[in-house]
């Protein structure tokens, strides 16, 4: 999961600049994490959608009209540990006055209504979310993606229901009842990494699979 974090916030768009930081706090957070591995304890590690939402927070974001649609712009990102700090402080604190008995009283729907929110939040800036929506979009009407003008609509659309199909696939063995199939979720993982690289470019050209996701 960190790995998936670090590609996921080290895009361009972001703007962040303390690359060596970054591999300092993932040493750390391995070397805390044999620590907490030999007392039992669940590790430490960067998580959807927590880890965007984060950055997103520290950004300096100015809103940007190009041919009639509202993009927003990171402009700058303040790489401080200060929040990360402040926000662990809460929540040790929160874990000796929440539980167990307040947090009783909190119905489940509100800490529901809580995860559906973020969730939510999080896709504004989602590319696949964004090509998902050119699926129910007028082509006039279509934002000036990068990837739009240099790849074909029917690329673009393939690309994302091979994204989609996987998604459907991971959600079917992560979130199944039955745990023997919980099991096989770790394998599927793994041969998304062949498809990827041997079977999607047999469907789409190297260069149009550059171009819509060729950052991650």
């Not at 700058?76 to 809460?90: G, S």
Request: with cysteine; net charge positive.
């Amino acid at each position: 999961m960190n790995g998936l974090m670090r590609i996921l916030i080290r895009i361009e768009n972001f703007r962040l600049r303390k690359g060596s930081a970054q591999n300092l706090d993932l040493f750390v957070v391995a070397i805390l994490n044999c620590f907490l591995s030999m007392m039992g304890l669940p590790w430490m590690h960067g998580a959807l959608p927590h880890s965007p939402l984060h950055l997103r927070a520290l950004a300096d974001v100015e809103e940007r009209v190009l041919q009639g649609h509202v993009h927003e712009v990171i402009m700058n990102v303040r790489e401080t540990r200060l929040a990360t700090l402040i926000a662990h402080i809460l929540i040790l604190i929160s874990t000796y006055t929440l539980l167990p008995y307040p947090l009783r009283w909190i119905p489940t729907s509100v800490l529901h209504g809580l995860f559906l929110y973020m969730a939510l939040t999080s896709l504004a800036g989602n590319e696949m979310f964004e090509r998902l929506l050119l699926l129910i979009t007028e082509q006039q009407a279509y934002p000036p993606t990068h990837y739009i003008r240099k790849v074909p609509q029917r690329k673009v659309h393939l690309f994302t229901a091979c994204q989609l199909l996987q998604l459907i696939l991971l959600c079917a063995f992560g979130f199944s009842p039955y745990p023997f199939i919980e099991m096989v979720f770790p394998i599927v993982c793994f041969f998304f990494l062949p498809i990827r690289h041997t079977l999607i470019p047999r469907l789409i050209d190297y260069k149009y699979l550059d171009a819509l996701d060729g950052k991650h």
